[in-house]
């Protein structure tokens, strides 16, 4: 018995105008709450503000008297959801990851500065001293490894702590910064962990109890709820925002016999995310994650008549070549190691829910001699420019590709070109 074929989300001019209308919509009364907050804090020179210390890290500069100067600088997040920066002695204790209030004068900021994160002076009123369950699994995670980078690796992978900063260019060299920094593909992971878990107990519930129930509904509502407690647990990062909104649509259209792997949908996702969080227009990790979507979605779409075994093998190269000109112009380092980066993802698909799992039992460190391998690479890697204006021939053909499959060989061979010329060039 053949299924039924699912149909395209947007089937007339007239649903995608009601589409645009609701999103301006959405995003006039977003816009609005925060222009509301906005004013709010910039109408006198100083307000008293409630935040949480996301990051803080050690700064040294040059003066124009030509000495050296050392202060801390800390990145937060406020209570009303809008992240800025400040200053501190370098005498300051590490707060990071602490909640605190403070006095802070940004009477003078934009709009603009409001929605990006701005910088602005402070004074810490109150540090908030009990220990959050955000803090102790942090401790937990830091006592089962001797080595600080390994900690460090694993605070970022499981709490969305930032790197330091030599471990950060240590995995850009590589081209793995993705596996690092939480993102879709962790949320992909633990998604596919989290219904192999619930799906045993839930199938034997179901054949006792309650078999009229609609198991896949049911399943998804419990891994949405978790996915999304962990959401809030790290505090919303935007790349995990866009690929739990893109979960929680993707399943919806599902199952009303929507079509999921569409450019529709995404469309249909990135619009409702911008129009609920319109600060996310300017975040390069918000960006990159939807573009990494978009390809994947294409390469899908065009090349849906082949067999698994082929998509399984291939799609990995195509999307390392697809997002290479983004990382090669945003992040702009390269080095003989960064294609490999093929290589560790597909191994990062195992290493992540083992990691995980030594992490319960408190065998954590066990993977530690890997993680020191990767970091102990000699990349050799060079700093490399790309212009933006090829990373605006590649989104134009990306563009076309959607309509045309002649374009998508033309961006094929034209990524493949970039990836030649830097190889070349770093040999």
């Keep these: 018995m053949a299924s039924l074929e699912r149909v395209e989300l947007l089937s007339s001019k007239r649903d995608f105008s009601y589409l645009l209308l609701l999103f301006f919509s959405l995003l006039a009364l977003s816009l609005s709450f925060e222009y509301y907050n906005y004013k709010e804090l910039s109408k006198f020179d100083s307000q008293i503000v409630h935040a949480k210390v996301l990051k803080q890290y050690t700064k040294i500069k040059l003066t124009k008297k030509g000495k050296t100067k050392t202060y801390q600088v800390l990145k937060l997040k406020s209570s009303d959801g809008f992240t800025f920066y400040t200053t501190a002695s370098k005498k300051m204790p590490n707060y990071q990851g602490k909640e605190v209030t403070m006095e802070v004068w940004a009477g003078k900021i934009t709009f603009k500065a409001y929605m990006k994160g701005f910088f602005a002076f402070s004074k810490i009123i109150q540090v908030k001293n009990s220990a959050s369950f955000k803090n102790r699994l942090s401790e937990r995670i830091a006592k089962e490894h001797t080595d600080k980078n390994a900690n460090a690796i694993y605070q970022a992978l499981f709490l969305a702590k930032s790197l330091p900063y030599t471990l950060q260019q240590t995995f850009s060299n590589l081209g793995i910064s993705h596996l690092i920094a939480i993102s879709g593909f962790h949320l992909g992971v633990l998604s596919a962990i989290l219904f192999f878990i619930i799906q045993f107990p839930y199938k034997f519930l ?24 962990y959401l809030l647990f790290l505090d919303t990062p935007p790349s995990l925002l866009r ?9 919806v259209l599902y199952d009303r016999g929507i079509k999921i792997i569409s450019m529709q949908t995404l469309l249909l996702s990135i619009l409702i995310i911008l ?11 918000f960006f990159l994650s939807s573009s990494g979507v978009f390809y994947i979605f294409l390469f899908l779409i065009h090349f849906k008549e082949k067999s698994k075994l082929f998509i399984f093998l291939t799609l990995p190269f195509w999307i390392y070549l697809m997002m290479l000109p983004y990382s090669l112009h945003i992040f702009g380092n390269f080095s003989l190691y960064h294609p490999l980066s093929i290589l560790w993802t597909s191994l990062f698909t195992l290493f992540y829910p083992l990691a995980i799992a030594l992490h319960l039992l408190g065998l954590g460190d066990l993977l530690d001699g890997s993680l020191n391998f990767l970091i102990h690479l000699n990349a050799h890697a060079a700093k490399v420019h790309l212009n933006i204006w090829y990373l605006v021939v590649e989104i134009l053909l990306s563009l076309l590709a959607v309509f045309k499959k002649e374009a998508l060989y033309i961006l094929l061979f034209y990524t493949f070109s970039i990836f030649i010329y830097f190889i070349y060039n770093i040999a």
């Design 206 to 229: 179901q054949n006792r109890y309650f078999p009229y129930r609609n198991s896949k509904r049911d399943i998804f509502v419990i891994i949405t709820l978790l996915l999304f407690a």
């Design 275 to 285: 129009a609920l969080f319109p600060r996310l227009i300017f975040s390069i990790g």
């Design 243 to 251: 690929a739990f909104v893109m979960l929680v649509v993707g399943f």
